[in-house]
């Protein structure tokens, strides 16, 4: 038992004395041993399965009402001071005007234009000063705002006020849906004017050229005049265009407030009815999918693989591999002989494009037709034009036979192109051999081109004998 112990001892010193031979230290020899870490299972990616986005796509379709245009047209002249049903013609119409505003859908565009509203300068007829608008198309709340501060004062037209709220329409595309509502008191605003016989003329021509918009009129009926009754009247039923309220006290002002409501209403809803309706499939979106969940992206026709290590990796839709052949099998490499086929140089020309730009078309200047707007002596006529080619600039000519041959030269004025009216010039002659009149438009060109000429213009109710003074 003793010389085991001998030998255990013996062999525990050589081992010893072996590995400080090799000089290394325990540290070394730690650092030598293979270190195993493990992979989790989670960190090997998985072939994608493509999948369908679970969240739903959500959109904003535009909305009916961002495409409807209200215009209001509020009498705010001094006429309006006059008595009313108790109170004055004023504070009706405002009270009318701020219900209707109310009443009508809150999210469309507004728009104010006002007959009056601020002071006229002396010695300026108000009838000849153009009219303004007073706030283009915005929101509800401004157009209300602006109602509740204008105070009855200074004149205006009508006519003038009616025409320019239409051509605001005119800048919009033909889809949108637009209605018109005027507040007066029905008096004539112009003296020695007929507006009413005016607008008459207008709506004629409106319904000629088929509805542009549709029109709603409140005329404060309280000690309205026949006359300016019976025109009304006859507008009321001729035209398809307008519908006309004459309220002579307040119930019947409310009662025409709701009538008029209900008829834009009913408009409105007609033409937004008969338009197409949008569908999911012409409304584009991003679907968001899910937090964690591979994405797809709709329509997407290819995806990227990425194979677990040490796989042998193939990409999907690869036309051409390259192939090994086992070891000790015959390969041949075959022989491919090339014959050399001439070719035939071919010039190649570049065109020069020489861009030959557009000629602007002259403006041409066409009087179709002319309507009084007054009667007797110095009476107005408002003369429809057709311009093509481009806008022209120039002025309106007045010939009788007391200014012959050059006639008298109005402020010059620039056409646009189109057909329209509202071009007023007046009739001046005062004396019977004076009474007929030519009526032309005049270009600025060196050539002084001209349009064609209306004749024979005679004033309705001219007197027949020269006036003492």
Known sequence: MYWKNKVFILLIILLSAGCSSLGLTPAETAEIRATVTRIPPTAYPTALTPRTPTTIPSYTPTTAASSIFYMIVLDASAQMNEPF??????????????????????????????IGGSPTTDGI??????????????????????????????????????FLARRQFEGLPSSMVKALIVITDGVDECPGQNEWLGLESLFKVMDEAGLEFHSEIIVLAEG?????????????????????????????????????LGNVKSYTDVLIAARPTATLESIFFTPTPESGLPTNTLGASSYTLTPIPGLQTNTPGASSYTLT?????????????????PRTATTTLTPTITLTPTPTQPPLVELISSSFRTTGIGCQMDVVVKVSGSAATGSFHVMNAGNAPTGEVFQQVVLPVGTYSNNIVSLSGNRPEFYFHEIWFEINDPQGVQSNRLKNLKCPFVPTATPTS
């Open 224 to 260: 309205l005049d026949s006359q300016t009754q019976t025109v009304v009247e006859r507008i009321d039923k001729s035209s398809t265009a307008v519908n006309f309220q004459l309220p002579t006290d307040n119930a019947l002002l409310q009662s025409a407030d709701e009538i008029i």
């Open 85 to 114: 049903a108790g109170r004055t013609r004023w504070e009706a119409a405002r009270e009318s005007a701020q219900a209707i505003v109310q009443g009508l859908e809150p999210d469309a565009k507004y728009g104010l234009m006002v």
């Open 325 to 341: 052949p086992k070891p000790g099998t015959a390969t041949f490499t075959p022989t491919i002989t090339f014959t050399a086929v």
């Open 125 to 162: 007829d108000p009838c000849n000063q153009p009219s303004v608008a007073r706030t283009p198309f915005s929101s509800r709340n401004v157009v209300s705002n602006q109602i509740s501060q204008l105070q009855p004062v200074g004149g205006g037209s009508l006519y003038s006020a009616f």
